[in-house]
């Protein structure tokens, strides 16, 4: 099994320019999750789905993030327009399972985005 | 989900137990604790979860007090790939809200 796999490893932009952030869940996993973690806040959860429905959306910043997850084997995290202060690392993982169960997250290498 | 406490920093040497402690005095009944660590520059990575009775698997050895208020995390034999960031994370069993890391441990294993 490849894990979960995020795209891209690094990212640069300018501020204003839009960022899609992508993720390819475990096979056969039914939750998926998107993180964000830096030096000041450490690892804040963003929005959480389940079956590819968005369950938890109460960690999203502001309208300027949203996520989808159009099929069970890949969601997008895009923030337009991009600021400074959303320069982190954007983390995705995927579990088996769903809210009544105590399911192991597997987490990707994460998005280290750059936002100038 | 109950608040955790651990120290901010600790020092192993290479091949002794490293034992990692988390206070959770606020924990109920329902709550399991949970183990990740971060090694940098990578993601999380689950290690092991409880919730009362002790805990091995191939990774590591989860001892949680009988009052349950807090717990250690040993490492059997650490090696220098086991320095990382080790995170002791409370969840409530069904809770919607889901995993909420604090600051963690960052533990280095000093040859």
């Known amino acids: 099994d490849a894990g979960v796999i995020q795209s891209p490893r690094h990212e640069v932009t300018e501020m204003g320019q839009e960022v899609t952030l992508r993720c390819k869940p475990i096979s056969g996993h039914n939750s998926l999750f998107w993180y964000r973690q830096t030096m000041m806040r450490g690892l804040e959860l963003l929005i959480y789905f389940n079956n590819n429905v968005p369950i938890d959306d109460s960690g999203m910043p502001e309208d300027r993030f949203s996520a989808k997850m159009p099929n069970a084997s890949f969601s997008t995290l895009k923030i337009q327009p991009s600021e400074p202060r959303d320069s982190a690392v954007y983390f995705c993982?995927?579990?088996?399972?769903?809210?009544?169960?105590?399911?192991?997250?597997?987490f990707g290498s994460g998005t280290q985005l750059s936002v100038l | 989900d109950a608040k955790t406490t651990q120290p901010t920093s600790m020092d192993c040497a290479e091949g002794r137990a490293a034992n990692l402690p988390c206070n959770h005095s606020t924990i109920s009944g329902n709550e399991y604790v949970y183990w990740y660590r971060q090694i940098h520059s990578q993601g999380p990575q689950y290690i092991i979860h409880g919730l009362k009775n002790n805990e091995t698997n191939e990774m590591a050895s989860l001892i949680i007090t009988e009052d349950r208020k807090s717990s250690t995390l040993i490492l059997p034999h650490a090696t220098l790939r086991d320095t990382a960031v080790y995170y002791c994370i409370v969840r409530v069993a069904g809770s919607a809200r889901q995993l909420t890391f604090g600051s963690g441990t960052q533990l280095t294993v000093l040859p």
């Open positions: 993982a995927s579990s088996f399972g769903g809210l009544a169960t105590n399911e192991k997250l597997f």
